[in-house]
């Protein structure tokens, strides 16, 4: 069993920045994908930037967040950051934490995660 929770939403105005945390408590494994998705309103659950955790291998993002947002990892911390820069009024959403099973291959699937956090808001305003 995996728990999430997630920290750091809130408003800001377009071109702003803001971080997101994701601390996670049992299971993470050398394989697991963690990493962040997000949910408009209207919209279906979509991968944002997700990681590898001990893999060495890129973080993976969609192509919209491409060059604007940063996974990274804190593995001693078994902790997951979003930083997301440049913020667009397209980028308010629900944002969720994620965790995938022991090992993941396919890394933005979203039906590879088997654990979320409870999410949180982010509001971009124009």
């Known amino acids: 069993q995996v728990q999430l929770v997630e920290s750091g939403g809130g408003s800001v105005q377009a071109g702003g920045s803001l971080r997101l945390s994701c601390a996670a408590s049992?299971?993470?494994?050398?394989?697991?994908?963690m990493g962040w998705f997000r949910q408009a309103p209207g919209n279906e659950r979509e991968g944002v930037g997700v990681?590898?955790?001990?893999?060495?291998?890129?973080?993976y993002y969609a192509d919209s967040v491409k060059g604007r947002f940063t996974v990274s990892s804190d593995n001693a911390k078994d902790t997951v950051y979003l930083q997301m820069s440049s913020l667009e009024p397209e980028d308010t959403a629900i944002y969720y934490c994620?965790?995938?099973?022991?090992?993941?291959?396919?890394?933005?699937?979203?039906?590879?995660?088997?654990?979320w956090g409870q999410g949180t808001q982010v509001t971009v305003s124009s």
């Open positions: 990681i590898r955790i001990g893999h060495g291998d890129s973080p």
């Open positions: 994620a965790a995938s099973g022991q090992y993941c291959r396919t890394p933005m699937d979203i039906t590879a995660y088997y654990y």
């Open positions: 049992g299971s993470i494994y050398s394989g697991t994908c």
